[in-house]
């Protein structure tokens, strides 16, 4: 290895990361919190390497969200207000939380509005690719 290449946002977002050497992040969480799928862990770990986090006054949009992993993680570790766009609900649990408005339709038709605000995100994990 010669050079690292710069990834992300973060300060530390450089691949490989001296801060995670073998390039896991600690993305384990407690058996009590149950997660819709273990997607998860692929976001919390590129999170964990950017080194750029979302606060609670983040909108984020999760295209593709079904069944809700990636969904779960921005609002249970983060306290984000997350618009879960997908043509199946997300997990049951998911679609009580006030702060999860589900849009049902295709995600990669959606466009984002001005008032979802200044500090949007938009995650995705779709294996599909668009028409």
Request: charged letters at 25%; aromatic letters at 10%.
């Amino acid at each position: 290895l010669v050079q690292c290449q710069h990834v992300g946002p973060g300060q530390n977002a450089f691949w490989p990361n001296y801060l995670h050497p073998l390039g896991l992040a600690k993305v384990d969480i407690d058996k009590e919190d149950r997660m819709p799928s273990s997607a998860y862990r692929k976001l919390m770990e590129g999170i964990e390497c950017m080194g750029v986090t979302p606060t609670s006054k983040t909108t984020v949009v999760d295209l593709g969200a079904c069944p809700g992993g990636w969904t779960a993680v921005m609002r249970r570790y983060f306290g984000c207000r997350v618009i879960a766009v997908d043509r199946s609900q997300v997990d049951s649990t998911l679609m009580k939380d006030k702060m999860v408005e589900f849009v049902k339709g295709d995600a990669f038709a959606f466009e984002p509005s001005a008032e979802m605000g200044d500090d949007l995100w938009m995650i995705s994990d779709i294996i599909a690719y668009p028409e």
